[in-house]
């Protein structure tokens, strides 16, 4: 959720850590604040609620000290509301030290009580000032910052990133991270700290991962990580593999709008390099060779939101082309629910920013059961991956907007082109079954791209029913999961009761909702479909029709059947069953944005919704 940022060197620590903030809006947040330290020694805070605009405007009209090491935060509030007293940065020593903080401390209150008891004042309702205060006290002993978090970090229970400067020390900032993201920026002459790359990524693309229970202390020449008891561990850098405008709206008018332009791309690159000759080759599954692959008897996809409706995809899939059982849990509910688990269970974690909280700490649980482990994931280096046995890379590059679009079909695709590799390993499907998934796999991109064309009508549609407070989705088989991602789109982007339903789930109790004017997308499936869902789905919508519901039908091209049923057809080029969600989902991820574009609503930066959930 809150987005963070260190610097020290040479530059306007102003400038760079404003700019850091810019890039890390779309984490989600409720107010901003920086701490700058200049070469005189003295220790400079602005902080405000609202968004980052109030306080860069209030930079620009009294300018902070033109220092070369600060800090910077935007905040989610969790213990205190959104004021500008509990703001970051947070103050100790006497206002001498300045401290921001990621996620939560649990303990914070009892810490606070020991506080208060020995004449400590607070200003804020804050658990983070909590770790402020006990910093200062401990670097007053002592005198070396690095010591001193590590002192207090060691008393802290929680999920936590800390990033400290004092005025004692300046060209030095130290950060310190349990579970909660950070990651450290390598620069020529001056180093970096962030929640995430894009912290820093306008000058650098030099990264090193910091694992649980590290501290960092970063100086304009140097970098040092240790561990919570002060041991130094070994560190691994790799490169950024997008650059700072790849972050950038480029003209568009959201980013959005432009990440659905790019859903072509997400999964293209997802693909890339990752067919030879017709057949799905990965190059590094670490821990998960084709013997243990071999070896495995069922599979647990855990994720959280819209991925989780990518890992229910990846369910049908993968038990159709692997022939192995596969279950989808939401990771909030995984631990709590007693899982049997052993190293013949794969567990499947799918999250877009690899720092999911509640994705997270299931697949420790899991790791710690025995259980084998991989991630997909967006982000490079970040924590899901480290803790999994492997990793398939989505590629899709930098989501910012907060609602997730083309990270969900770059997911899609990974799970698919990893269900085609474990069905070749397991011999589950021929080799021409396998080249022609593989084909109709690669022929997505362009067919994305043909929807994209031809959507220019859905913005219509969704301007007159601005005013609508109700839209229901319905789908079979492959098309529930798209059904239940286009009733959470609405809900995050256009703020409006909407809900996705299993078609034949209609006449055991959602019908009771239609009555005349309801709103109510289908997903219908090829008719080409051997099964015989697409007749059932057609009943469906005669079902709705007869009750007066509006029926806005998205169906493959040439699908006459449909045609007297449905208000509206939105058509999508043909494609293999298990392709046609790629397809489907394209224009309601289009259609929620339009409509919260047309009730005049920020579609990047949703109310009460962060891009990434980081506590618990």
């Not at 609620?49 to 090491?69: W, Y």
């Not at 206002?95 to 004449?119: M, R, S, T, V, W």
């Not at 990793?391 to 083309?406: D, F, Q």
């Not at 085609?420 to 080799?431: I, N």
Request: glycine letters at 10%; proline letters at 5%.
């Amino acid at each position: 959720m809150c987005g963070i940022v260190g610097y020290v060197g040479p530059n306007s620590s102003v400038t760079v850590l404003l700019g850091g903030l810019s890039r890390l809006q779309y984490r989600g947040y409720d107010s901003a604040g920086i701490a700058v330290l200049g070469t005189d020694g003295v220790l400079e805070t602005r902080k405000h609620a609202g968004k980052l605009q109030v306080l860069i405007d209030d930079v620009d009209a009294l300018p902070l000290i033109d220092g070369q090491t600060g800090i910077g935060h935007t905040r989610w509030a969790t213990h205190g509301g959104p004021t500008d007293a509990n703001a970051h940065p947070h103050l100790g020593d006497d206002g001498k030290l300045a401290l921001i903080h990621n996620g939560i401390i649990e303990n914070f209150a009892p810490l606070k009580q020991e506080l208060l008891d020995a004449g400590e004042t607070f200003t804020s309702d804050t658990d983070s000032e909590v770790a402020a205060i006990l910093v200062g006290r401990a670097f007053r002993e002592s005198g070396d910052l690095t010591l001193a978090m590590r002192q207090v970090v060691a008393r802290l229970e929680g999920a936590f990133t800390l990033l400290i400067v004092h005025q004692d020390r300046p060209g030095e900032v130290v950060g310190a991270r349990r579970i909660s993201p950070l990651v450290i920026g390598l620069g020529d002459g001056e180093n970096f700290l962030g929640s995430d790359v894009a912290a820093f990524v306008e000058h650098t693309r030099r990264a090193v991962e910091i694992g649980d229970d590290q501290i960092v202390t970063i100086r304009p020449d140097s970098v040092e990580v240790t561990d919570f008891a002060g041991k130094a561990v070994e560190t691994r850098e790799y490169e950024i593999a997008w650059d700072a405008s790849a972050s950038e709206k480029g003209g568009w008018s959201s980013f959005m709008r432009k990440e659905i332009s790019e859903e072509p791309d997400a999964v293209y690159n997802t693909l890339l390099g990752r067919v030879v000759d017709g057949a799905v080759a990965f190059p590094d599954l670490g821990g998960l060779t084709d013997e243990v692959l071999g070896s495995i008897d069922r599979i647990v996809i855990i994720a959280c939101g819209t991925a989780a409706y990518a890992g229910m995809l990846g369910k049908y899939a993968i038990e159709a082309w692997a022939r192995i059982p596969v279950e989808v849990t939401l990771s909030h509910e995984f631990r709590y629910s007693g899982p049997i688990l052993n190293d013949r269970t794969l567990v499947i974690s799918v999250s877009q920013s690899g720092e999911t909280i509640d994705t997270l700490m299931a697949v420790k649980y899991a790791k710690v059961e025995g259980a084998r482990g991989l991630s997909i994931c967006n982000t490079q280096g970040s924590s899901i991956p480290r803790e999994s046995d492997a990793v398939i890379y989505t590629h899709a590059g930098p989501e910012v907007a907060v609602a997730s679009t083309k990270a969900f079909v770059a997911q899609i695709t990974a799970l698919y082109l990893f269900g085609l590799h474990l069905a070749a390993v397991r011999g589950s499907l021929s080799a021409a079954q396998l080249t022609r998934n593989v084909e109709e796999l690669q022929a997505i991109p362009a067919k994305i791209a043909e929807v994209l064309v031809a959507s220019e009508g859905i913005g219509q549609l969704a301007g007159w029913m601005a005013d609508t407070r109700s839209v229901l989705f319905l789908g079979r088989h492959v098309g529930y999961p798209i059904a239940l991602e286009g009733a959470l789109k609405l809900k995050e982007l256009a703020y409006i009761h909407a809900e996705g339903f299993a078609a034949g789930e209609l006449k055991h109790g959602p019908i009771a909702l239609i009555e005349p004017g309801q709103i109510v997308f289908v997903i219908v499936p090829s008719p080409r479909d051997p099964s015989s869902l697409h007749s059932k789905v057609v009943s469906n919508i005669q079902e709705i029709r007869a009750r007066g519901a509006r029926v806005i039908a998205i169906a493959e091209k040439g699908d006459a059947a449909v045609l007297p049923y449905a208000d509206e057809v939105i058509p999508i080029p043909l494609a293999a069953p298990f392709f046609e969600p790629l397809l489907a989902v394209v224009p309601l991820h289009i259609f929620a944005l339009e409509l919260a574009t047309a009730k005049g609503l920020d579609v990047d930066q949703p109310r009460n919704l962060a891009k990434s959930v980081t506590v618990e």
